[in-house]
């Protein structure tokens, strides 16, 4: 239908006209049913909810409209309600679309160029929202858009009930800025929900509705008038007279907050980002736990706020489920502690420290190089690389001689897991970690022996997940944080050997094999079973506790985002009380059980030679069991002749890493007398010397005096202070 040259008085024509579309309205497009209009509504915040439903997090993925959930009638304050129809439809539930008396009025002022409060109902402003056709353009609506939109406001009336006309439209009226719908407005401008605004702010609501742009002073002068209009209603209860200078103030301080308010709860941030889908519905379940996500929180909080003067900051928490993988608790950072709290900690790359030493082991005990009882040599000791000697250190700058592979892995130490490392192979320890899932990436050349000492770059999410794969004796399976637990678990794919991995996490739960470093009474003892093991990078930058019970898997990371050192803060006592707590939790109501004994596993009584350590049970499998060791150290100081270290053409490189006064030289051969540059050093089997950079000649003497043999090697590196009373390039050495 087209609507004919105008005769007559303008409003009689125009109700023509628009009654005339709208009974054609058949043959237009088609108007979406309230129900479809409702479904196809589009939030920009999501919310997280926990494995049972509860909200943890709120978190806006769309930045180019600010829209909430759909609010029902019944969710809005009834002030509200009043004060948006006095301001925007006096006569909503008298007309049907199209007010006739102001499209009238409308028309006359135009006709003598005066000022009108238009004629738009709720209804046609709706159509214009509805119908893409109708949008308003930056100049305002052709004549011809005006007739279209109250034809469709007709066609509204006839098909939707009054409720669900106002119903839309307070769900999709556009606001100031970015602004979408009451319950945006409301949340953001003023942390309310729609039915809890007092008269005041549902007066100010409903100016923003009318002029969403206007300056804070027409606002608040808009809102009292509209104050003023709800207050002289009958059914309005007695209230003091509004003040105008008033709401103009509390306009003012709204639209200097402005809409940028964070909404709900903030518990999981960083899992959020990783979970929530823009494409999704407004709440999105989860694995999560909301009381264990909170625990971890508040555990992570008060543990950097003990830790306080030591220059760190950050920390990172995840739990996860044995059996199926599933996420349970996933913080990832410290919050108002850090300074780059956007930064998530579970995802970042971090050196491991130690953590890694149990699946070096494992591979070791695996190929049967090693059982849980071998004495493992823990001395000074110079291992060649293509880049020159390695002389790894233990954390606390002392060595123990020869212990057994369990209390080697107990005690952290690591000269015996650099040894392992090099019997294995850098490649074949490098593919093993892979494997497990940690995606180093460098190449195995890269890192070599330091391998074992954690130097390289991994996520708490990937180490997490290897530690789970122990737990699971030796099968991985991926992680899918996306996942919704429970579900079953996958089938897997074998990276250890079962047996390898029982004896690894028998090591880790024993409390008397870590009792040298770390004490019988430490935070890592726990009530029931839980394989433990800490770890701290070089110059203290991160500090680690990773392990697992009978049913979870529990990481924990604390340093600093910014890569700096803490001060004085390990393993122990960084990490380890927030992994504690953690699974003090977990298991407050059903203690943790050690796992079955894989097949092809025996237990059997062993013996130490000199008492080196307590005889105990110890398991091994089978065929790889041994009930007396042999004092290896007596025999291998029996062997020595000459000078066995360092050898002739020897090149030596300082590390920065390590303060100047714990870098030793250690120089073995048979019993005599040492001369260093011409200079005696002293008598003994071993000499350890404090290094100097340049070109060096050692000589070891008989008792005669005479030369039993000679070696020349070389120092690199950055000067070193020399000790007091020591003139630099001076011989110093301690006998041992």
């Known amino acids: 239908m087209r609507c004919k040259a105008r005769q007559g008085p303008a409003w009689l024509w125009?109700?023509?006209?628009?009654?005339?579309?709208?009974?054609?309205?058949?043959?237009?497009?088609?108007?979406?049913?309230?129900?479809?209009?409702?479904?196809?509504?589009?939030?920009?915040?999501?919310?997280?909810?926990?494995?049972?439903?509860?909200?943890?997090?709120?978190?806006?993925?769309?930045?180019?409209?600010?829209?909430?959930?759909?609010?029902?009638?019944?969710?809005?304050?009834?002030?509200?309600?009043?004060?948006?129809?006095?301001?925007?439809?006096?006569?909503?539930y008298e007309h049907s679309g199209v007010d006739w008396s102001a499209a009238a009025s409308s028309a006359w002022a135009n006709l003598w160029n005066q000022r009108t409060r238009g004629a738009s109902t709720i209804t046609m402003q709706l159509a214009g929202l509805i119908d893409a056709d109708l949008l308003r353009p930056a100049g305002g609506r052709s004549f011809g858009q005006k007739i279209g939109q109250a034809a469709t406001a007709l066609r509204l009336e006839r098909s939707w009930s009054k409720a669900q006309i106002l119903e839309a439209y307070l769900n999709l009226v556009p606001l100031r800025g970015e602004l979408v719908g009451l319950h945006a407005l409301s949340q953001t401008m003023y942390g309310k929900h729609p039915d809890a605004l007092s008269a005041e702010e549902a007066a100010l609501a409903a100016a923003m509705v009318r002029a969403p742009n206007a300056p804070a002073a027409q606002l608040g002068q808009r809102a009292c008038v509209l104050l003023q209009q709800m207050q002289a209603a009958p059914s309005a209860p007695a209230l003091s007279p509004p003040r105008c200078e008033v709401l103009v103030g509390q306009a003012q301080a709204l639209l200097m907050q402005g809409p940028g308010r964070a909404l709900g709860e903030s518990w999981a941030p960083h899992f959020a980002r990783q979970f929530l889908r823009p494409d999704g519905p407004a709440r999105q379940r989860s694995s999560l736990d909301a009381g264990l996500q909170r625990v971890a929180v508040g555990l992570l909080k008060s543990q950097l706020a003990e830790l306080s003067g030591r220059n760190v900051e950050d920390g990172a928490v995840l739990v996860l489920d044995n059996a199926t993988g599933a996420v349970l608790a996933w913080v990832g950072s410290s919050g108002p502690f850090s300074a780059a709290a956007e930064v998530d900690g579970v995802l970042a790359r971090r050196q491991p420290g130690s953590t890694l030493k149990p699946f070096i082991y494992a591979q070791a005990i695996e190929k049967r190089l090693i059982t849980a009882a071998s004495l493992l040599d823990d001395a000074p000791t110079q291992i060649s690389t293509p880049a020159g000697l390695y002389l790894p250190q233990n954390?606390?700058?002392?060595?123990?001689?020869?212990?057994?592979?369990?209390?080697?892995?107990?005690?952290?130490?690591?000269?015996?897991?650099?040894?392992?490392?090099?019997?294995?192979?850098?490649?074949?320890?490098?593919?093993?970690?892979?494997a497990l899932g940690l995606a180093l990436p460098q190449t195995s050349g890269f890192y070599g022996l330091s391998l074992a000492l954690g130097s390289s770059d991994l996520s708490l999410l990937a180490l997490s997940n290897a530690y789970r794969t122990l737990a699971n004796g030796g099968v991985y399976r991926a992680l899918d944080i996306k996942a919704i637990s429970p579900r079953p678990p996958e089938a897997g794919r074998r990276v250890l050997d079962a047996?390898?991995?029982?004896?690894?996490?028998?090591?880790?739960?024993?409390?008397?094999?870590?009792?040298?470093?770390?004490?019988?009474?430490?935070?890592?003892?726990?009530?029931?079973?839980?394989?433990?093991?800490?770890?701290?990078?070089?110059?203290?930058?991160?500090?680690?506790?990773?392990?697992?019970?009978?049913?979870?898997?529990?990481?924990?990371?604390?340093?600093?985002?910014?890569?700096?050192?803490?001060?004085?803060?390990?393993?122990?006592?960084?990490?380890?009380?927030?992994?504690?707590?953690?699974?003090?939790?977990?298991?407050?109501?059903?203690?943790?059980?050690?796992?079955?004994?894989?097949?092809?596993?025996?237990?059997?009584?062993?013996?130490?030679?000199?008492?080196?350590?307590?005889?105990?049970?110890?398991?091994?499998?089978?065929?790889?069991?041994?009930?007396?060791?042999?004092?290896?150290?007596?025999?291998?100081?029996?062997?020595?002749?000459?000078?066995?270290?360092?050898?002739?053409?020897?090149?030596?490189?300082?590390?920065?890493?390590?303060?100047?006064?714990?870098?030793?030289?250690?120089?073995?051969?048979?019993?005599?007398?040492?001369?260093?540059?011409?200079?005696?050093?002293?008598?003994?089997?071993?000499?350890?010397?404090?290094?100097?950079?340049?070109?060096?000649?050692?000589?070891?003497?008989?008792?005669?005096?005479?030369?039993?043999?000679?070696?020349?090697?070389?120092?690199?590196?950055?000067?070193?202070?020399?000790?007091?009373?020591?003139?630099?390039?001076?011989?110093?050495?301690?006998?041992?």
């Open 14 to 92: 125009l109700v023509a006209c628009t009654v005339g579309l709208a009974w054609a309205a058949p043959a237009q497009a088609q108007l979406p049913s309230f129900a479809e209009l409702r479904a196809s509504h589009r939030v920009s915040d999501f919310t997280l909810l926990d494995r049972r439903g509860e909200p943890l997090q709120t978190l806006r993925l769309d930045y180019s409209r600010r829209a909430l959930p759909w609010l029902s009638l019944e969710q809005v304050s009834p002030r509200l309600l009043h004060a948006l129809l006095l301001g925007e439809d006096r006569r909503f």
């Open 395 to 434: 954390y606390d700058k002392e060595f123990k001689g020869y212990v057994s592979a369990r209390s080697a892995l107990g005690n952290s130490l690591n000269v015996p897991a650099v040894r392992l490392t090099a019997m294995l192979g850098a490649d074949q320890v490098f593919e093993r970690f892979n």
């Open 499 to 736: 047996r390898a991995a029982f004896i690894v996490g028998d090591i880790l739960a024993d409390n008397s094999a870590r009792a040298r470093s770390f004490g019988l009474d430490s935070v890592l003892a726990t009530r029931g079973f839980a394989a433990v093991k800490t770890g701290t990078s070089k110059d203290m930058r991160d500090n680690w506790c990773m392990g697992y019970s009978q049913r979870y898997t529990v990481g924990v990371w604390v340093g600093n985002a910014s890569g700096e050192a803490m001060h004085g803060v390990s393993g122990v006592s960084g990490a380890a009380p927030i992994w504690a707590g953690v699974m003090r939790y977990l298991h407050q109501d059903r203690p943790s059980l050690p796992p079955q004994a894989a097949p092809g596993l025996l237990a059997q009584a062993v013996v130490f030679p000199d008492q080196r350590e307590p005889s105990r049970q110890e398991w091994f499998i089978q065929g790889t069991e041994q009930s007396r060791l042999m004092a290896t150290a007596q025999m291998r100081e029996q062997s020595l002749q000459g000078i066995s270290s360092p050898r002739d053409g020897s090149i030596f490189a300082l590390d920065p890493d390590i303060p100047p006064q714990s870098q030793r030289i250690r120089f073995e051969g048979e019993a005599g007398r040492w001369v260093l540059n011409g200079k005696s050093l002293g008598r003994g089997p071993r000499l350890n010397w404090a290094p100097w950079p340049g070109r060096h000649h050692l000589s070891l003497l008989d008792d005669r005096g005479q030369i039993r043999q000679s070696v020349s090697f070389e120092v690199r590196g950055a000067t070193l202070k020399p000790a007091a009373g020591t003139k630099p390039g001076s011989a110093r050495a301690a006998a041992s």
